[in-house]
């Protein structure tokens, strides 16, 4: 049966732009390329298809496949790292950056966003929040490997697709437990992670429930001496509000990820 959106699959793949090879799944392509990075973990990559992990063009080229089957596809720069937008170009003052002395060509991020300094002209520093890959034409090879059927398979996928950690989890008579270490609240952006991954399982494994099972064991205790509490947020001076921690992307590789580092 062919694929559809909600499919979770196993897909290789390999990017290239300028005839040359950016991003790939596999340890030996990305050596004999040049880009092997040790902090990337390789191998099949586990995507589930319409939920916006890969580029556009390359998804809609997956749609209507089937498991075992590889092919090429290019991508015009719409269906991939999109189009170079001059309202992505910004200028910001330098002492935004603190302690950090910016540079052209210097990756930087700016309230959340990740963009490259440009140039600097006294005390400001233009910075182009575009992708590195904005109005290129983009090639993927790929190769599916697989469509993930079992349900308890399914969601063990997706909670590390969203968490990138391995959990323990159950399916039992429409409801699932993920059960979780306690050290995991220390992760300020868990609450959002457990949003996003209760939602996408209830929409698409047929679910009733999804609980999360927060763990505690007598060896948690000599654990929980080594790590330190939270920090207490700062209070704004003036308003007496305390700050919300910041959001991140989630999404297709904006050329930095993640394991993301590998994503197309």
Not at 25 to 49: F, H, K, Q
Not at 230 to 245: C, I, Q, R, V
Request: no cysteine; proline share 6%; net charge negative.
């Amino acid at each position: 049966m062919s694929l559809n959106k909600g499919d979770i699959i196993k897909l290789e793949y390999t990017g290239i732009v300028d005839g040359r090879v950016f991003t790939s799944t596999s340890a030996d392509v990305a050596r004999e390329n040049g880009i092997y990075d040790e902090n990337v973990i390789y191998g099949p990559r586990i995507v589930i298809l319409g939920a916006g992990q890969i580029v556009p063009g390359l998804e809609e080229e997956l749609m209507g496949k089937e498991p075992g089957q590889s092919g090429s596809v290019e991508l015009p720069p719409e269906k991939a790292y999109g189009v170079r937008d001059p309202e992505k170009i910004e200028t910001v003052m330098l002492n935004r950056f603190k302690e950090d002395k910016p540079y052209p060509g210097m990756r930087v991020s700016v309230d959340g966003k990740i963009g490259v300094v440009t140039r600097i002209v006294g005390r400001k520093a233009t910075i182009d929040f575009n992708h590195p890959f904005a109005d290129k034409s983009v090639r993927f090879d790929y190769r599916i490997l697989e469509r993930i059927e079992d349900r308890e398979e399914k969601l063990r996928a997706m909670i590390k697709i969203f968490s990138d950690i391995d959990l323990e989890s159950r399916i039992t008579d429409d409801v699932a437990e993920i059960i979780v270490p306690w050290e995991i609240s220390y992760f300020k952006d868990w609450l959002m992670i457990r949003r996003w991954l209760a939602d996408m399982a209830l929409r698409t494994l047929g679910l009733k429930e999804v609980r999360f099972v927060e763990r505690h064991t007598p060896e948690d205790r000599l654990r929980a001496e080594l790590i330190s509490p939270p920090e207490k947020p700062a209070e704004d001076s003036e308003s007496g509000e305390t700050e919300k921690p910041g959001q991140e992307n989630v999404g297709a590789d904006s050329g930095e990820n993640s394991d993301s580092k590998t994503q197309p």
